[in-house]
C-alpha cells in the first residue's frame, strides 16, 4: 500500500487528481486488500451464529421434561431476548459491522421460530406446519429491514417457498398459497436496494438463484384439477427466465439465461415423446371450467410476460434471429393446444427440438462460444438418445450414430479453440 499512497501524493502535489479522487482510489484499494478477509469474517460469523443456536436448543431439550411450564416459557423466549439484544449492539455499536449484523439477525431468525414451536408445544395449541411457517415469517419480516441483512432475506425466501409448497402439495386438503406472491412481493424492496448499492456481491448472486429456483418449486402448486396447463405454464415460466437474462445484464442474467434455457429444452425434450401426447389425449383441458381454475390465470399472465419482454427486447433491438430460444414459447404455445386434436404433433416438435439444436451450434460458432456450442451439441446429442429409447433403431446403427455425435463434439471443440490462438 505504500506505493500507491507515494504515487497518489505525487498526481495531487501536481494537480492531475482532486482529494476526492484520491479519497477514492485509496478507498478501493482497501476493500480489494480486506475484501476476502471479511468475507471470512462473516462465513465464521453466521456459522457461529448458528452453532451457537444449536447448542443452546440442544441443552435446553436435554432437560426439557424436568422443567415446569413457568420455566419453559421463559426459557421459550430466551433465545429471542439474546438474539435482540445481539441486535440491538449490532445496531447502536457496530453499525457498520457486515459480520455482527448479518450474525446477530440470522441467530434471531431462529430464535423466533424456536420460540413460536416451543410455546405451541408448551400450551398445545394446534397448527398446521404451513401456519406455522406463515406466522414465522410474517414475524420475521422486518428483521430483514431493520438489520438490512442479506442472510436473513435468504432465509425468509426459503421459508416463505417451504410454506407454499406445505400447503400446495402436502396438506390435505391442499389450497393454492396465493399469500406466496404478496409475501414474495414485500421482500423485492430489499432485493432492489441490494443489487443497487452491491451490483457484485455474491448476495445478489444468491439471492437470484432462491428466487429462481423458489418460482419453479412453487408454481406446481396452484394446481386445482387435472388440466395440462401446468406442463405449459412451466415452459412459459422458463421461456421467461431465459428472456430475463438477455434483457437486463447483471449478476443474475447468466442463471436465468442457463436455468431458462435449460429447462425449456427439458421440457420440449419431454413433449417430443408420442406417449407423453397420448397421455395429454387422456386428459385434455376443460375449457368450460379453466376459468375458474389459477392454472388459467397464471397461463394469460405468462403469455401477457412474454408479450412485454419480447416487446420490449425489439425496441431495444435484443432480439437475436439466431436464438430460437427466445422463440420457444410463442411457437409451442398454438402447437401445444393444436396437438390434442393432432397426435402426430410430437413429430414436428422433434423437428424443432433438432432445428433449436443446429441453429444454437452455428451461434457458437459463429460468437465464437465454445459454451454455447457445446450446448447446442447437448440439445441435439439428448434428442438422439431419446429416439434411440423410443424407437426400434437396430443397436449398430445406434453404435455409429454415437461415434458420429461423439466425433462431433471433438471437431467442433478442436476447431473451435484452434481458431481462438
Not at 78 to 87: E, N
Not at 345 to 354: D, E, R, S
Amino acid at each position: 500500500m505504500s506505493k500507491p499512497n507515494i504515487n497518489l501524493e505525487e498526481l495531487l502535489k501536481e494537480g492531475i487528481i482532486s482529494k476526492e479522487n484520491a479519497d477514492d482510489i485509496r478507498q478501493y484499494y482497501q476493500s480489494k486488500n480486506e475484501g476476502s478477509s471479511n468475507r471470512l469474517f462473516l462465513v465464521f460469523g453466521l456459522l457461529g451464529a448458528v452453532l451457537v443456536g444449536l447448542g443452546i436448543i440442544l441443552i435446553i431439550a436435554n432437560n426439557w421434561d424436568s422443567f415446569s411450564k413457568v420455566t419453559k416459557t421463559v426459557l421459550a423466549f430466551v433465545p429471542l431476548v439474546i438474539g435482540q439484544g445481539f441486535c440491538t449492539y449490532s445496531l447502536l455499536k457496530m453499525p457498520d459491522n457486515k459480520t455482527w449484523r448479518e450474525a446477530a439477525s440470522s441467530f434471531t431468525f431462529f430464535a423466533v421460530g424456536a420460540g413460536i414451536a416451543l410455546i405451541s408445544q408448551i400450551y398445545h395449541i394446534q397448527g398446521s406446519t404451513a401456519e406455522f411457517l406463515l406466522t414465522w415469517m410474517l414475524l420475521t419480516l422486518p428483521l430483514v429491514y431493520v438489520m438490512n441483512s442479506s442472510m436473513t432475506s435468504l432465509l425468509y425466501i426459503l421459508g416463505v417457498s417451504y410454506y407454499a409448497t406445505e400447503l400446495g402439495y402436502f396438506d390435505y386438503p391442499t389450497k393454492e398459497p396465493y399469500l406466496y406472491w404478496l409475501m414474495i412481493l414485500a421482500i423485492m424492496p430489499f432485493i432492489v436496494r441490494l443489487q443497487s448499492r452491491l451490483p457484485s456481491s455474491n448476495f445478489v448472486r444468491f439471492h437470484h438463484l432462491f428466487l429462481g429456483l423458489s418460482l419453479t418449486l412453487v408454481l406446481g402448486a396452484f394446481t386445482q384439477s387435472d388440466t395440462k396447463l401446468v406442463f405449459l405454464n412451466y415452459l412459459g415460466l422458463f421461456s421467461l427466465f431465459y428472456l430475463h437474462g438477455h434483457l437486463y445484464r447483471d449478476v443474475g442474467s447468466a442463471f436465468y439465461r442457463m436455468f431458462g434455457g435449460l429447462g425449456a429444452i427439458v421440457l420440449l425434450v419431454v413433449l417430443s415423446f408420442n406417449d407423453f401426447w397420448n397421455f395429454l389425449l387422456n386428459r385434455s383441458v376443460n375449457w368450460v371450467e379453466s376459468p375458474s381454475e389459477p392454472e388459467f390465470w397464471i397461463l394469460l399472465i405468462v403469455i401477457g410476460a412474454h408479450i412485454f419482454l419480447l416487446t420490449l427486447l425489439f425496441l431495444r433491438k435484443q432480439l437475436d434471429v439466431y436464438n430460437p430460444l427466445m422463440y420457444v414459447y410463442p411457437v409451442v404455445l398454438p402447437i401445444y393446444f393444436f396437438g390434442f386434436a393432432n397426435p402426430g404433433m410430437f413429430i414436428f416438435i422433434n423437428f424443432m427440438v433438432l432445428v433449436i439444436g443446429v441453429l444454437t451450434i452455428l451461434r457458437g460458432n459463429k460468437e465464437n462460444n465454445i459454451r454455447t456450442l457445446n450446448f447446442g451439441l447437448v440439445i441435439i446429442t439428448a434428442l438422439v438418445i431419446c429416439r434411440f429409447f423410443d424407437s426400434d433403431i437396430p443397436f449398430t446403427v445406434r453404435g455409429i450414430l454415437f461415434l458420429l455425435l461423439g466425433g462431433g463434439f471433438f471437431y467442433a471443440n478442436h476447431r473451435m479453440l484452434s481458431s481462438s490462438r
